[in-house]
């Protein structure tokens, strides 16, 4: 079953959907869409209600409509609403906590992974790839190119699987 939910960060309220099992669940996952599209999509759909069916509660928010959201994000931005993420699911009473992350959602986990997250996946993980030029001009940046470096993955003390 999805229910309609709302997540606060600072000042800001966005719209999510969680999808949960028939009953309670102290098992919770936050996942994060990658930058050109939201988290309702079919295969976000998909993975929401097969979450549930095992036993999870899954969390999914649209904290970015558009490239040009993203692009006016801080770090800092990002870093809040990937914990308020977290924090949800925890005020529903889930004591184990995946991250499930696409694209650069999973970039974004990668460098703000909270607290307390037990194990992260990330799945087409955002690197130099064909169309990296229709990316948000933040991006472009040769600082801001959202690859990935062996030592940042050494640097996450959670299970991380990459798909």
């Known amino acids: 079953m999805s229910i309609d939910v709302t997540l606060e960060v600072g000042d800001s309220v ?6 949960v099992s028939d009953g309670p669940s102290d098992r919770g996952v936050l996942m994060i869409p990658g930058a050109g ?3 309702f999509g079919d295969v976000f759909l998909r993975f929401g ?4 069916g095992a036993g999870y509660h899954v969390a ?20 809040a609403e990937i914990e308020a993420g977290v924090e949800f699911l925890r005020s529903r009473g889930c004591e184990t906590i995946a991250v499930v992350a696409k694209s650069f959602g999973g970039r974004l ?4 992974l909270p607290e307390g997250v ?8 955002a690197v130099l790839a ?3 030029e229709d990316a948000p001009e933040r991006l472009l940046e040769s600082d801001l190119i959202p690859s990935v470096a062996e030592s940042e993955l050494a640097a996450v003390d959670v299970p991380v699987r990459v798909l």
Request: glycine residues 6%; without cysteine.
């Open 60 to 79: 999914r928010f649209e904290t970015w409509m558009t490239p040009n959201d993203v692009d006016a994000k801080t770090e800092a931005d990002f870093r």
């Open 37 to 39: 599209h939201g988290p």
């Open 14 to 19: 966005y719209p999510g959907r969680l999808d």
């Open 49 to 52: 209600r097969a979450a549930a």
């Open 130 to 132: 064909e169309g990296i």
């Open 109 to 112: 986990a990668l460098s703000h």
């Open 118 to 125: 037990d194990r992260l996946v990330v799945w087409a993980l």
